[in-house]
């Protein structure tokens, strides 16, 4: 039994012997603990339990990957049993005695061999973001994970980054340590070297009035800028469209595709002016034939300014309707308490130049003017009854009508007391009759008259009065620098310090008294003021000349108190008679 024991010892011997060198040779192979760790191997599926792939590597035990390693972020895996992959052995073998694998890390180090490439060469690699982190994005780029700042994301600043998530594009590496596992990539790189080509094809075959697609990349209170492809250009908010806009707001949103025309390109600055009305049909074509002044139309209040408010007839084309064409009674109001924005309105076309794009129009010329209406409706002499408006210094202003106003001014409202004696009478909101004296359209003025409404108690003397006429007056008043009298009672007369005597030290109003009736002979008569200028001076003077023409000649020898003497004397002994 012995031998035979030692015989199948002996016999097995050789069969030991080759497991002993076949444990030696790979253990030098992968050296002692197993060297596979850390390294990338082939590995088959064997199949799927759960959430992990299991797999053939080719050694004594079987690995395991988890499954969503077998697809990007986001997607779902797809792998069969056969498949074959490079996998990253992790552990030779865990607690459970399966082999640790990872099919990212095989990935990772297979993108990162790549990448490097990549790097040295400069060339753009594709990736995807699939993730946001302080100060920036992660984006896979096959495997390895790069970090994206969020400077590097566009050329603008990007309010919403959600359309570019998840989505394949290019980037450039811009800095890459492998020993670190860092990464850091850039997006606007690309942009800007794509947009550097874009601009310089574009620029160099742009002219103007080309008609270019374009997207809205920025709205000021000026204009929008649009994208070009490569090149912005200008779209100022009075080109956008023929019609009044306010903010380019009104009609453009950012991310809007538009179509626009080169309106003015400068080579040397690269500025580009665009516009979108030009590519449709002007309005102003033929609109002095549309609006012939003394047309009435209807339109929009779109503006209202300090001078006037603008009126839109029809899309593109306003006019402007002046303060001063507001309304009839209005004067020094804003336009703004007359219309309101967006208020339709009934105007009437004034004047059109198409050249400048100016349409004036009226608002009040829709109503009659009110002072035409009252001419026509009170003719000069007829009679008018109204409130009291306005009391002033120089007379009343009585409404004659719902806004208008006639006025007596303070002659006119006595015959016999003085303005201010007679507008002292009346209170305002009292109402009386008048006369209307005048109506002058053009300057919006009604004259009216309360003492018209009576006879005039002094046309009788002031028929009968003339020039160079000598009348009897009474002293109503003395002054320092005359008289003043009344005529008949009626007539108001002033004779200056002057013209009281011939003799200057007879020219002393202090030896006239109120009531003293004095001789004089009329300078001038206002008949409308019912006053005279007298003078007592020149009757004096023309009585001298009368006495030497009746008593006196020049050969005689009798002396200028001989010819007044004899004249006295011969008047009273014609009075005594």
């Excluded at 850039?186 to 075959?205: C, D, K, N, P, Y």
Aim: with cysteine; charged share 30%; proline share 3%.
């Amino acid at each position: 039994m012995a031998s035979s024991s030692q015989a199948l010892r002996h016999s097995d011997a050789p069969a030991y012997a080759g497991a002993d060198d076949f444990a030696a040779l790979l253990d030098s192979s992968l050296g002692a603990g197993g060297g596979f760790e850390g390294s990338v191997v082939s590995g088959k599926v064997l199949r799927i339990d759960d959430d992990f792939v299991i797999v053939d590597v080719g050694l004594k035990s079987e690995g395991r990957v988890p499954l969503r390693e077998f697809a990007p972020i986001g997607a779902k895996p797809e792998v069969n049993a056969g498949d074959v992959f490079d996998l990253f052995i992790e552990r030779y073998e865990d607690k459970d005695g399966a082999m640790v694998l990872s099919r990212e890390k095989a990935r990772s180090e297979e993108s990162w061999t790549q990448l490097e490439k990549a790097f040295e060469a400069q060339t753009r690699v594709n990736g995807v973001i699939h993730g946001r982190v302080k100060g920036g994005f992660t984006v896979d780029l096959g495997g390895a994970t790069a970090f994206l700042p969020g400077s590097q994301v566009d050329i603008r600043p990007v309010r919403d980054v959600a359309p570019l998530m998840g989505v394949s594009q290019p980037f450039q590496i811009l800095k890459m340590d492998r020993q670190r596992g860092n990464i850091v990539v850039s997006r606007r790189a690309v942009l800007e070297e794509t947009r550097a080509e874009q601009r310089s094809e574009l620029i160099h075959g742009l002219k103007e009035g080309q008609i270019l697609d374009g997207v809205v990349k920025n709205i000021t209170d000026y204009g929008a800028f649009v994208d070009l492809g490569g090149v912005d250009g200008l779209l100022h908010v009075t080109d956008i469209a023929w019609k009044r806009i306010n903010h380019p707001a009104e009609a453009l949103t950012i991310g809007q595709p538009v179509k626009v025309q080169v309106i003015r390109f400068n080579p040397e600055t690269q500025r580009i002016s665009l516009g979108m009305k030009q590519l449709e049909a002007d309005p102003w074509e033929g609109v002095e034939a549309k609006y012939p002044p003394g047309i009435k139309v209807s339109g929009r209040v779109t503006n209202i300014t300090d001078y006037g408010a603008f009126v839109e007839l029809e899309p593109g084309v306003e006019g402007l309707v002046h303060v001063s064409e507001m309304s009839w009674t209005k004067k020094n109001v804003h336009p703004g308490k007359i219309v309101s924005t967006s208020q339709e309105v009934e105007v009437v076309v004034l004047d059109v130049d198409a050249s400048k794009r100016r349409i004036s129009l009226g608002l009040k010329q829709v109503q009659r003017n009110p002072w035409e209406e009252f001419q026509d409706e009170h003719p000069i002499g007829s009679i008018v009854e109204g409130e009291i408006r306005n009391i002033t210094e120089f007379g009343l202003f009585i409404a004659v009508g719902a806004e208008i106003d006639g006025m007596v001014h303070m002659s006119d409202l006595s015959w016999e007391e003085t303005g201010e004696q007679a507008i002292a009478k009346f209170a305002k909101g009292e109402v009386v009759k008048a006369k209307v004296l005048d109506v002058d359209v053009e300057k919006e003025r009604i004259s009216l008259g309360i003492k018209q409404l009576e006879v005039d108690p002094a046309a009788g003397v002031l028929d009968r009065i003339h020039k160079n006429q000598i009348v009897t007056c009474i002293v109503t008043a003395v002054q320092s620098n005359g008289i003043e009298v009344k005529v008949d009672d009626v007539l108001t007369g002033f004779i200056r310090r002057a013209e009281l005597a011939r003799d200057k030290g007879e020219q002393r109003p202090e030896r006239f008294a109120v009531g003293d009736k004095v001789d004089a002979k009329i300078t001038a008569v206002d008949r409308a003021a019912r006053k005279l200028q007298l003078t007592i001076k020149g009757k004096e003077i023309d009585e001298d000349k009368q006495a030497i023409t009746d008593y006196g000649s020049s050969d005689s020898g009798a002396s200028l108190g001989d010819i007044l003497g004899a004249a006295i004397r011969r008047r009273n002994q014609q009075t005594e008679e």
